[in-house]
């Protein structure tokens, strides 16, 4: 996003800066004389900075921004000009509108010795745009497009009802309403019994059958007389 481009640029631009500040010592020497405290510095219009020059060499500018116990610096004003108390300039029309919250810091270069000024504000009456508001590609909005009409083909569905049954269902069909008695008892066919053949004595029994068949003989000739 753009703000994101100019903030990083800024950022590059403060670490151009030769010498950083000896931020380990409290400040001391080139005391700021403009801004004042609570002055509204406006945006687009040349302004000069001025100080007084306590110390020999060059120096650098340097743009803060936050609260006094806790400012960063945003964008490097001068880098490495000569320490002749003024500078000129040009607030960006980008800074946003503020009554406080702004302030400079003056490094000494190759000693890092550096110097703030009191908090001023920036006077922008235009309206500051959201970050990325200005970067971003408008989306097209879609176009609804006709689709070509179809016919609705019928599809026959079936219920299924499924559930916990804990009766057995009865038939769906009619029960009669008189049952069939049968008249007499069935009749069993008779079956004449099996004679059982004689067991197997051998000799002897061969020789009783013989003496019996004799025995029988004899009475049914007595008995024909």
Same mark, same amino acid.
């Given at each position: 996003?753009?703000?994101?481009?100019?903030?990083?640029?800024?950022?590059?631009?403060?670490?151009?800066?030769?010498?950083?500040?000896?931020?380990?010592?409290?400040?001391?020497?080139?005391?700021?004389?403009?801004?004042?405290?609570?002055?509204?510095?406006?945006?687009?219009?040349?302004?000069?900075?001025?100080?007084?020059?306590?110390?020999?060499?060059?120096? &650098?500018?340097?743009?803060?921004?936050? !609260? +006094?116990?806790?400012? $960063? #610096? @945003?964008? %490097?004003?001068?880098?490495? =000009?000569?320490?002749?108390?003024?500078?000129?300039?040009?607030?960006?029309?980008?800074?946003?509108?503020?009554?406080?919250?702004?302030?400079?810091?003056?490094?000494?270069?190759?000693?890092?010795?550096?110097?703030?000024?009191?908090?001023?504000?920036?006077?922008?009456?235009?309206?500051?745009?959201?970050?990325?508001?200005?970067?971003?590609?408008?989306?097209? &909005?879609?176009?609804?497009?006709?689709? !070509? +009409?179809?016919?609705? $083909? #019928? @599809?026959? %569905?079936?219920?299924?009802? =499924?559930?916990?049954?804990?009766?057995?269902?009865?038939?769906?069909?009619?029960?009669?309403?008189?049952?069939?008695?049968?008249?007499?008892?069935?009749?069993?066919?008779?079956?004449?019994?099996?004679?059982?053949?004689?067991?197997?004595?051998?000799?002897?029994?061969?020789?009783?059958?013989?003496?019996?068949?004799?025995?029988?003989?004899?009475?049914?000739?007595?008995?024909?007389?």
């Amino acid at each position: 996003m753009k703000f994101t481009t100019t903030l990083v640029a800024a950022f590059v631009a403060v670490a151009a800066a030769l010498t950083p500040a000896d931020i380990s010592k409290d400040p001391s020497g080139n005391p700021i004389a403009k801004p004042g405290l609570n002055e509204l510095v406006p945006v687009g219009e040349t302004y000069t900075i001025t100080w007084e020059p306590t110390t020999p060499g060059k120096v &650098s500018i340097l743009l803060l921004r936050g !609260p +006094s116990n806790n400012v $960063v #610096p @945003i964008e %490097t004003l001068a880098d490495s =000009i000569e320490n002749d108390g003024t500078y000129d300039w040009t607030p960006s029309t980008s800074l946003e509108g503020d009554t406080t919250g702004y302030g400079l810091q003056i490094i000494v270069e190759g000693t890092g010795q550096y110097q703030y000024s009191t908090q001023f504000g920036i006077k922008n009456d235009k309206p500051v745009e959201p970050s990325g508001a200005y970067d971003v590609d408008p989306v097209p &909005s879609a176009t609804a497009t006709a689709s !070509p +009409s179809k016919s609705l $083909v #019928p @599809i026959a %569905t079936s219920t299924f009802t =499924i559930c916990d049954c804990t009766e057995t269902p009865a038939p769906t069909g009619g029960v009669p309403s008189t049952v069939v008695q049968p008249t007499a008892a069935p009749t069993l066919p008779s079956y004449a019994a099996t004679p059982t053949p004689p067991a197997f004595e051998g000799a002897a029994g061969r020789k009783g059958a013989a003496f019996g068949g004799i025995v029988v003989a004899a009475a049914a000739a007595i008995f024909a007389f």
